[in-house]
């Protein structure tokens, strides 16, 4: 397995991995790799001739509040893993690299105004990133909770997308309204990638894969189950006829709100391309949820089939 850490490195090797016609398959990642990253690996392996992986912790995607710094940085481990899952090449590129020159949303220069002529007409050394941005489902859910999150992700999975130009990229259904956005920005963009979107991995006792589950101590791990546990109760729930959204947002809320350890973010059924609530279910509506354990905030979410 290659690893480039540059961008004209990285387009160089990807033009050459597609030259015999090989399909490139891409799954981009923030690294601290688990199963679930490595399920993507393996949906590309098996669908793709040439599979690149990045690891970027996107500074645009985090609030100023939120775990930058402190996010899990693991890349001999994840290279390790990574090239046993055959993957031919690892972009792993510094910050600077994707946005040169840019100081971003955590720097005190960005949001910083001039405040005298001098500082006005002197050369700038940092710019604003452009930004790649789906308005309308990029602010709710998560982005009401997150402001500038999706574009943040928006933006740098469109450079991505740029440098690597991959025939299909992979991305997990744990992340469903992220999975929703790229899909709208692919459409509306016309960028000749193709979406997979793979099944959530889960623990054997439900609880999603998460780089974040790291932060949880064993008390709050044990409590985080009660997600999954939830989202069962409303798929029990629909599969018995239940079809009214509102009740069965209701059930799974009050299934969270009775663990003292779980403090509830949101509980929703939605439409899957809108994501929208929606008052009677639909084959295929999503159900959405976020709650904090401690300081740590988890999603999970689940696909209803109704026949
Ligand atoms: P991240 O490194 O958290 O940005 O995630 C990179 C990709 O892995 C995204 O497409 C995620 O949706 C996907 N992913 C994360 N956790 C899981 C999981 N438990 N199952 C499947 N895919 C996942």
Request: proline content about 6%.
């Amino acid at each position: 397995m290659k690893i480039l850490h540059t961008v004209d490195e990285t387009r160089a090797a990807c033009r050459l991995g597609k030259r015999d016609g090989a399909l490139l398959g891409f799954v981009p990642t923030m690294g601290a790799l688990h199963e679930g990253h490595l399920s993507l690996v393996r949906a590309a392996r098996s669908q793709a001739g040439f599979v690149v992986a990045s690891i970027f912790v996107n500074p645009l995607q985090f609030g100023p509040q939120e775990d930058f710094n402190r996010y899990p940085r693991t890349l001999e481990r994840d290279s390790r893993l990574l090239e046993s899952e055959g993957v031919d090449l690892l972009f792993a590129p510094a910050t600077e690299e994707m946005y040169p020159a840019t100081a971003g949303p955590q720097s005190s220069v960005a949001s910083r105004r001039p405040e005298k002529q001098e500082e006005i007409d002197a050369p700038l050394d940092y710019r604003q990133p452009t930004f790649v941005e789906v308005p309308g489902l990029s602010e709710k859910l998560e982005g009401r909770i997150r402001p500038g999150h999706f574009r943040g992700v928006t933006t740098v999975v469109s450079k991505l997308f740029h440098i690597l130009e991959p025939d299909i990229a992979f991305f997990g259904q744990k992340d469903a309204q992220q999975a929703v956005i790229i899909q709208r920005m692919v459409d509306d963009l016309n960028l000749p990638t193709r979406i997979v979107v793979c099944p959530t991995v889960r623990e054997a006792d439900g609880l999603a894969l998460s780089s974040r589950n790291v932060y949880l101590n064993p008390q709050q791990r044990q409590a985080a189950t009660v997600l999954y546990r939830a989202l069962m109760r409303v798929r029990a729930l629909a599969k018995a006829g239940e079809r009214s959204a509102a009740d069965l947002s209701a059930a799974g809320r009050e299934i969270i709100t009775a663990e003292p350890m779980a403090r509830l973010d949101y509980f929703e059924v939605i439409h899957p391309q809108t994501l929208d609530p929606i008052g009677e279910i639909l084959d295929g509506a999503l159900v959405v949820t976020a709650a904090y354990f401690g300081k740590t905030r988890l999603i999970d979410n689940l696909v209803l089939h109704v026949n």
